[in-house]
């Protein structure tokens, strides 16, 4: 098992490598002069020069990329061009807060999802199960930010349960830190529960039909036991799978309900990082979350070998 | 009159499908003493299994009692609702199924999933229930149980699964259990330990057993009545003796006939006038092959290795004339399946080489084999035809692709002639073309599976278990078609099976093989009347006849 892992990581090294190669030609697959896009359409061409110089994009491309991955390994990602601060530095201001969001945002998602599609499968073709999947239909076509602003207004403003807006780290305590992100990890959620509710109803249909769920009631055991003991276990291969796959999805809504939330997390920084062209900062953000993504589907391997005893690698 | 363990009466069970509902069984009327073993015998649509599923309450959600009783000591079983319900499954009544690894969670280890029965029915310890299921898997005489109680379904051979489903099943030392086919699909010799083990069990622990199966051979092996079923009704309750010597219905008749026995010919499989039309052709036989001609098939010293672990086929070297039929039997990892696909080509041999009309193809990479001009001499038919045939494809298109692909033809009139014509061959109605897969029945699959193998003029067909996932009857049809196609077109025939009444019946030589190797070999009707090895003499005593007189009484 452990030299599983061990080469799983070696061979994740080469995809870490052309996820590289392809975020430092972020800078030059976008259009013109790299020195001209940083610098801005107010800039002077003295100060195109010194970007151009500062960076070193007077250099050979691959020197440039050769230096750039040199000091990665080293762990320096370069400095902002607009705060002139480390990117190390920015991205670990901003890391809490987005972390917050997508764990609370998985832990409610499999929390309501998976017992969601349980019992749809469970009651499949009754009213129940009908009434979860019309609100997963309703939770995958509604956008994150209508969700957001919708339950903002409602429990914020009108209610006034929870905060509007900002974030507070889990330093200040826990009842604060979750208060802030109750309604951003709903708003996120939405889509992600109504594609996992689905998901887990279509594999226990699948295994509920399964000649050995009819053993297990041939032994006499009770719905319970069948469907948590015999049937989730069995049916956790392709939901795992798609929690992991949903992991992406997350990545991409965290930004725009960061937006919406004002909290001070990647998603922001991102945003900023790509309306300054602030390209290390972009840089660092997307090789950053790569490496997430590759580690992510490293973890979801792994839990399949926990989960299935006939998964050998 | 004393009050039988289970007595069904009249009992209709209807299932609601797309075509509106469907009668599966229609009045059936039956009764269990305690401690006896009753045999429920039919074809697969008979009502012998829901009939079963209804009377343990296992019936599928579509599936409803409609009218009649099943009065399980004297309780109405299909009023039982709730707790009621589930104090009867598993622990008065309990069920072993088809296909013991299905049947068994592939993710829980076993130990746990006898343990399961045990305290879904008694209030003890986790570890009482241990240490019960290791007796149990002790008394299903599993080795080394203490390491088996953690295995898991898939380190287990199938025979193995249904030990351990029936180590559930006697869990809590039920009144009846029923058998809903147990042995179908392990391999000859583990049917007879399986059953065997069963019977011994039942007889031990004084447990009622409905044994339900297609093969009237099992049944009058160990049953000492036997119900035979048709469209949902029981049309004969007899004996075996009296079932077999004198079958006074005529569906018992034409099942008692199409059943294979050490005897039987493909003949007597099916009805006189249906025989007619075969005789015919039977008369012009083929004349001897000329002196010094080279054979069709010439396999020498065959030999296959899977990536680890030892070979799979070792030094297998046969020769095969046009129009012969050879059997290759042998238990279920015997290489047989293996040695059938190299010779179709579909997979690549480690050692040795197939000479086919003189020609080497054994070094044709089987990835390339499909352009060689061999490709449409050596076809296959496979062992399910449910599972074979693409679903998307009709009947049509599954005889015309090969035509299309192998043949040059192009679709147009010539196609369409040649396709009808195969149809013709097998026997397959005309206005069945453009149906597909699943409007068909598995007769009707199973010849469109050897119409679309015989639809390029092949010398050699490799049938890999064709008749196992049909009812008798249909199998004496294909049986005899196939024995036709080899006496009119000259066909050769590589028969591989585990049934050896059939491979008795329809090949002229029989290979007999074990771990990868040949045992036996020679004339099919010498090699079974005198087995020469312990292996093959096994093999045969394991086959369940209805003469087994003696047999029957050793295991009651």
Same mark, same amino acid.
């Given at each position: 098992m452990l030299s599983y892992i061990l080469r799983r990581i070696v061979a994740t090294l080469p995809v870490m490598a052309i996820v590289a190669l392809f975020v430092f030609s972020l800078l030059y697959i976008a259009p013109?002069?790299?020195?001209?896009?940083?610098?801005?359409?107010?800039?002077?061409?003295?100060?195109?020069?010194?970007?151009?110089?500062?960076?070193?994009?007077?250099?050979?491309?691959?020197?440039?990329?050769?230096?750039?991955?040199?000091?990665?390994?080293?762990?320096?990602?370069?400095?902002?061009?607009?705060?002139?601060?480390?990117?190390?530095?920015?991205?670990?201001?901003?890391?809490?807060?987005?972390?917050?969001?997508?764990?609370?945002?998985?832990?409610?998602?499999?929390?309501?999802?998976?017992?969601?599609?349980?019992?749809?499968?469970?009651?499949?073709?009754?009213?129940?199960?009908?009434?979860?999947?019309?609100?997963?239909?309703?939770?995958?076509?509604?956008?994150?930010?209508?969700?957001?602003?919708?339950l903002a207004y409602v429990f914020a403003l009108e209610l006034e349960w929870l905060p509007v807006q900002g974030y507070t780290p889990l330093t200040e305590g826990l009842w604060p830190w979750l208060q802030n992100l109750i309604l951003?990890?709903?708003?996120?959620?939405?889509?992600?529960?109504?594609?996992?509710?689905?998901?887990?109803?279509?594999?226990?249909?699948?295994?509920?039909?399964q000649d050995y769920i009819r053993t297990a009631r041939a032994k006499g055991l009770g719905q319970g036991g069948i469907l948590f003991i015999h049937a989730l276990k069995n049916a956790a291969v392709p939901i795992v799978t798609v929690i992991g796959i949903g992991i992406a999805l997350l990545i991409g809504g965290a930004v725009v309900t960061e937006s919406v939330f004002a909290i001070p997390g990647l998603g922001r920084l991102t945003i900023d990082a790509i309306l300054r062209r602030d390209y290390p900062v972009i840089q660092g953000i997307v090789l950053l979350f790569s490496f997430v993504y590759v580690l992510v589907n490293l973890m979801i391997d792994v839990i399949y070998t926990l989960v299935d005893p006939r998964i050998r690698y | 009159?004393?009050?039988?363990?289970?007595?069904?009466?009249?009992?209709?069970?209807?299932?609601?499908? &797309?075509?509106?509902?469907?009668?599966?069984?229609?009045?059936?009327?039956?009764? %269990?003493?305690?401690?006896?073993?009753?045999?429920?015998?039919?074809?697969?649509?008979?009502?012998?299994?829901?009939?079963?599923?209804?009377?343990?309450?296992?019936? /599928?959600?579509?599936?409803?009692?409609?009218?009649?009783?099943?009065?399980?000591?004297?309780?109405?079983?299909?009023?039982?609702?709730?707790?009621?319900?589930?104090?009867?499954?598993?622990?008065?009544?309990?069920?072993?199924?088809?296909?013991?690894?299905?049947?068994?969670?592939?993710? &829980?280890?076993?130990?746990?999933?006898?343990?399961?029965?045990?305290?879904?029915?008694k209030r003890i310890s986790k570890d009482a229930a241990r240490a019960e299921a290791l007796d149990l898997l002790r008394a299903v005489q599993i080795r080394d149980p203490e390491q088996r109680m953690n295995a898991y379904p898939h380190e287990l051979s199938g025979g193995m699964c249904q030990r351990v489903m029936i180590a559930i099943a006697i869990s809590c030392n039920p009144a009846l259990l029923i058998a809903d086919e147990p042995t179908t699909g392990l391999d000859v010799t583990t049917q007879k330990v399986v059953m065997d083990l069963l019977a011994d069990i039942a007889a031990a622990r004084g447990m009622a057993t409905i044994l339900i199966t297609h093969d009237l051979g099992l049944a009058a092996?160990?049953?000492?009545?036997?119900? %035979?079923?048709?469209?949902?009704?029981? %049309?004969?309750?007899?004996?075996?003796?009296?079932?077999?010597?004198?079958?006074?219905?005529?569906?018992?008749?034409?099942?008692?006939?199409?059943?294979?026995?050490?005897?039987?010919?493909?003949? /007597?499989?099916?009805?006189?006038?249906?025989?007619?039309?075969?005789?015919?052709?039977?008369?012009?036989?083929?004349?001897?092959?000329?002196?010094?001609?080279?054979?069709?098939?010439?396999?020498?010293?065959?030999?296959?290795?899977?990536?680890?672990?030892?070979?799979?086929?070792?030094?297998?070297?046969?020769?095969?004339?046009?129009?012969e039929s050879v059997g290759l039997v042998g238990e279920s990892g015997s290489g047989k399946s293996t040695t059938s696909r190299m010779i179709c080509r579909l997979i690549d041999p480690s050692e040795g080489d197939i000479v086919f009309e003189g020609q080497s193809i054994g070094h044709v990479a089987s990835r390339d084999f499909h352009r060689s001009r061999f490709r449409k001499d050596i076809q296959m038919v496979f062992q399910d035809p449910n599972e074979s045939l693409n679903p998307r494809f009709t009947a049509f298109d599954c005889i015309a692709h090969p035509l299309m692909r192998l043949a040059g033809l192009r679709a147009g009139k010539e196609l369409w002639q040649r396709v009808e014509e195969c149809a013709e061959r097998v026997g397959l109605p005309l206005d069945l073309l453009p149906r597909f897969p699943h409007?068909?029945?598995?007769?009707?699959?199973? &010849?469109?599976?050897?119409?679309?193998?015989?639809?390029?003029?092949?010398?050699?067909?490799?049938? /890999?278990?064709?008749?196992?996932?049909?009812?008798?009857?249909?199998?004496?049809?294909?049986?005899?078609?196939? /024995?036709?196609?080899?006496r009119e077109n000259d066909i050769a025939l590589l028969f591989v099976s585990h049934d050896l009444n059939v491979v008795r019946m329809l090949c002229d030589r029989t290979i007999v093989l074990r771990n990868g190797g040949i045992v036996e070999q020679g004339e099919s009707r010498a090699l079974f009347d005198n087995p020469k090895t312990d292996y093959t003499r096994k093999l045969v005593e394991a086959i369940p006849h209805f003469e087994s007189g003696p047999a029957m009484a050793t295991a009651l």
């Open positions: 013109g002069d790299p020195a001209v896009v940083i610098a801005g359409d107010q800039a002077s061409p003295e100060d195109v020069e010194r970007i151009r110089q500062g960076l070193g994009l007077d250099r050979p491309f691959l020197i440039q990329f050769g230096s750039w991955v040199w000091r990665i390994l080293h762990g320096d990602l370069g400095t902002s061009i607009f705060t002139n601060l480390p990117v190390s530095t920015m991205i670990g201001q901003r890391l809490g807060p987005t972390l917050s969001l997508m764990i609370i945002t998985l832990l409610l998602t499999i929390v309501i999802a998976v017992p969601l599609g349980v019992v749809a499968a469970w009651k499949a073709g009754s009213l129940i199960d009908r009434a979860i999947m019309g609100f997963a239909v309703f939770g995958f076509s509604l956008p994150v930010f209508v969700v957001g602003y919708v951003p990890s709903i708003a996120l959620g939405c889509v992600y529960i109504a594609l996992i509710a689905r998901i887990t109803r279509a594999t226990m249909l699948e295994v509920l039909q | 009159m004393s009050q039988s363990l289970l007595s069904i009466e009249d009992l209709h069970v209807s299932f609601s499908t &797309r075509r509106g509902m469907v009668e599966a069984v229609r009045g059936v009327t039956l009764a %269990v003493e305690a401690g006896e073993m009753l045999g429920l015998v039919g074809e697969s649509g008979s009502g012998k299994s829901v009939t079963g599923f209804a009377t343990t309450r296992l019936l /599928d959600t579509a599936g409803r009692v409609t009218a009649g009783k099943i009065l399980f000591r004297g309780q109405d079983v299909t009023k039982l609702r709730g707790d009621d319900l589930r104090q009867l499954q598993g622990a008065a009544m309990s069920m072993i199924f088809q296909n013991p690894r299905a049947a068994l969670n592939p993710i &829980r280890a076993i130990g746990l999933q006898i343990a399961d029965a045990i305290l879904t029915h092996r160990y049953c000492r009545r036997i119900a %035979v079923m048709e469209h949902g009704r029981i %049309v004969e309750e007899a004996s075996p003796k009296t079932l077999f010597g004198a079958p006074r219905h005529a569906y018992t008749k034409r099942l008692v006939a199409a059943s294979p026995t050490a005897t039987s010919r493909i003949e /007597d499989l099916v009805t006189a006038e249906e025989w007619e039309r075969h005789a015919a052709v039977v008369s012009n036989a083929r004349p001897p092959a000329a002196h010094g001609t080279p054979p069709l098939l010439e396999v020498r010293k065959l030999a296959k290795r899977f990536d680890q672990g030892s070979a799979a086929v070792a030094d297998f070297s046969m020769t095969m004339a046009g129009g409007q068909l029945s598995g007769g009707q699959k199973a &010849r469109v599976g050897i119409a679309r193998a015989i639809a390029c003029r092949p010398r050699l067909l490799v049938l /890999d278990e064709p008749t196992a996932a049909l009812d008798v009857s249909v199998q004496a049809v294909v049986l005899q078609l196939l /024995d036709r196609l080899r």
